[in-house]
């Protein structure tokens, strides 16, 4: 299949949806609202609306359309999302698990160790904060698209620290950027193509669940203008990432945000190659090398092989 790139997606669209490795299935009752990538991917409307001002929290919310484009991931866990997977725990308990662990959580990251995953909450109060202030324009000179970063409250991670490794790895010239016209361009409110967001598993459930993927508690997802991001990924990368949590998280950013370009699902181009940043890695790398870029240093697209 071909690949696709829609690098200067005007505002009023988003790209069709995608499958991922540690895919997300549909739940069970309900239309389906995914386009799988064996139909054709439709232009379908960006959910824009107004985001949080500095110092004011946000609800997960149900969009007002759900048949916006959704997407799964490969940056999920390390089993495949099930139909069966427990239910989250009420947002109000997950609040309260959040600040009984946040302590522990940071004191985990300021000594450098990963944290146990029993320490990770499963579930969240579903508001978030937005980080302030803004970042300079990064990349081509084609279309900006404007983003937000944003963490669930109670976490006990920072969101401005979110934010600078978010505008670190949107602004490597590894990145989307490498294409010569994508821009990128952070701001702290109002309106914006794309949201990235670091949540629960079970926030990152609902949320993706509104518009018909199942994470099971694992996986990350692309939904409407939604990046959600599975806290236990974020923190805990996934086996090939053990040791290497912070390219993981450029892997899950670069991969979401792929999705939300239109660029979808790619294989192993060959044996000791670097595997391409929407290669579904966490089934396997089938002989590839870990990769959380799409381009080289040299500024040449890393891909494969188009799956559909």
């Known amino acids: ?87 989250p725990e009420k947002a109000e308990d997950g609040k309260k698990e959040a600040g009984k662990k946040a302590d522990k959580e940071t004191g985990d990251k300021e000594t450098g160790k990963r944290p146990d995953p029993g320490s990770i909450p499963s579930s969240g109060p579903g508001t978030f904060a937005t980080a302030d202030g803004g970042g300079d324009r990064v990349g081509g000179s084609g279309r900006t698209l404007t983003y937000v970063v944003q963490v669930e409250d109670g976490l006990g991670i920072p969101v401005r620290e979110v934010a600078t490794e978010v505008e670190r790895v949107l602004a490597d010239e590894r990145g989307w950027t490498a294409d010569g016209r994508t821009g990128f361009r952070r701001v702290s409110g109002g309106a914006s193509d794309f949201r990235v967001r670091l949540a629960t598993a079970g926030t990152v459930d609902d949320i993706c669940g509104q518009y018909g993927l199942d994470t099971g508690g694992e996986v990350n997802c692309n ?10 990924r974020w923190l805990l990368a996934t086996q090939y990432y053990a040791d290497d949590v912070t390219s993981y998280r450029a892997l899950i950013i670069n991969h979401e945000v792929g999705h939300f370009l239109g660029h979808g699902h790619e294989g192993c181009p060959g044996a000791g190659r670097p595997a391409p940043v929407m290669m579904q890695q966490i089934k396997g790398l089938h002989g590839c090398r870990t990769n959380v870029w799409p381009y080289d240093a040299e500024g040449r697209p890393i891909t494969g092989p188009a799956l559909g």
Not at 40 to 59: C, F, H, M, Q, S
Not at 223 to 232: A, C, F, P
């Open 1 to 87: 299949m071909n690949e696709r790139r829609r690098p200067n997606l005007p505002p009023s669209s988003a790209p069709g949806r995608r499958r991922r490795g540690g895919r997300a299935r549909r739940r069970r009752g309900g239309r389906p609202r995914l386009l799988w990538p064996g139909l054709a991917a439709g232009a379908v409307l960006v959910l824009a609306g107004g985001l949080a001002l500095k110092g004011v929290t946000e609800p997960a919310g149900r969009p007002a359309d759900t048949a916006g484009a959704s997407r799964s991931t490969e940056t999920g866990g390390p089993e495949e999302a099930r139909k069966d997977a427990p239910k």
């Open 223 to 232: 939904v409407g203008q939604d990046v959600m991001v599975n806290l236990k």
